[in-house]
């Protein structure tokens, strides 16, 4: 009696090149996706009081002290926008980067246990991270609205065509988030100290990107050196769409684009090499 021949639904395969993407892969299981997105922003406000009020609360203490320490104290100048939208424009997309960066960095360590026991494409909880983010940034950025409406009412900012680049420059930044995240994930596994080093190093970061000040305000020399920090377009464009202001040029924003592209083809290739021996090290 012949016994029924088993018919396999999933292959799993290690024999793939270094810059694919698997995105066909990745969006058969976009429902994972979803549930990943789900969770991270279920465990966000998990046994707070305050729950999502904590999407508010952040920027706006945040911006009250930038504009007291940096606006007030150091006096630095905002190329004559509104100070306080000014500072809440630089941490509306602040947040949104860096809280990107952090998770994807933390692809490989923090979700060993499951890597370990089921498959999925890998490259799904870095995405998920990037969406997730991407949610607690609309929030804030209805913030921002609230904001800039007040003073576009007043008369005191003069918002141009550039305003509807955001969804661009938005994506830029997940890009980049994702690209350099995943470097950093796959470096990691191996060299633990990165960990120590990325929390300072996203500090550091910070004070090198148009956050705070105008790229209007540096030196010569520190000028040029900023057109090639991959955010400094992104904030600049966003900043001289909505307020108005800044020492913006399309130059700068396609120097950010090359840049952005050439990390994330990096950090595909690090990422695809990393992911097939990463439970070895981890």
């Known amino acids: 009696m012949n016994e029924p021949q088993q018919k396999w639904t999933e292959t799993i395969e290690a024999n793939h090149t270094l810059f694919d993407l698997k995105l066909k892969e990745v969006w058969r299981y976009k429902d ?3 549930m990943f997105v789900k969770r991270d ?7 707070t009081i305050l729950g999502p009020i904590w999407f508010f609360i ?26 306080l939208l000014f500072y809440l424009a630089g941490v509306t997309l602040w947040n949104y980067f860096s809280g990107a960066l952090i998770g994807t960095s933390n692809t490989f360590s923090g979700n060993a246990a499951i890597f370990g026991k089921v498959y999925f494409p890998r490259l799904v909880t870095p995405i998920s991270i990037v969406i997730s983010n ?3 940034l609309g929030v804030q950025f209805l913030l921002f609205i609230l904001v800039w409406a007040y003073y576009f009412s007043k008369g005191e900012i003069q918002p141009n065509i550039w305003i509807l680049a955001t969804p ?6 997940a890009i980049f988030a994702l690209g350099v995240g995943m470097i950093f994930s796959s470096l990691t596994t191996k ?3 990165l960990v120590m080093l990325l929390g300072f190093g996203i500090s550091l970061y910070m004070y090198a990107t148009p956050v705070i000040y105008p790229v209007s305000s540096l030196p010569g020399y520190f000028k040029k050196l900023a057109y090639y920090n991959p955010l400094t377009g992104i904030f600049e464009c966003f900043k001289y769409g909505w307020l108005g202001v800044g020492d913006f040029s399309p130059v700068m924003l396609g120097i950010s684009t090359i840049i952005i592209f050439a990390l994330l083809a990096i950090g595909v290739v690090v990422f695809n090499k990393v992911e097939k021996t990463f439970m070895d090290t981890v």
């Open 41 to 47: 922003f279920i465990s966000s406000f998990k046994q």
């Open 191 to 193: 060299y633990k100290d």
């Open 58 to 83: 952040n920027p706006i203490f945040t911006t009250i002290t930038y504009l007291i320490v940096f606006g007030k104290l150091a006096n630095l100048p905002t190329d004559g926008a509104p100070p």
């Open 168 to 173: 661009f420059l938005v994506v830029l930044m």
């Open 32 to 34: 994972l996706i979803y």
């Open 134 to 136: 991407l949610m607690r």
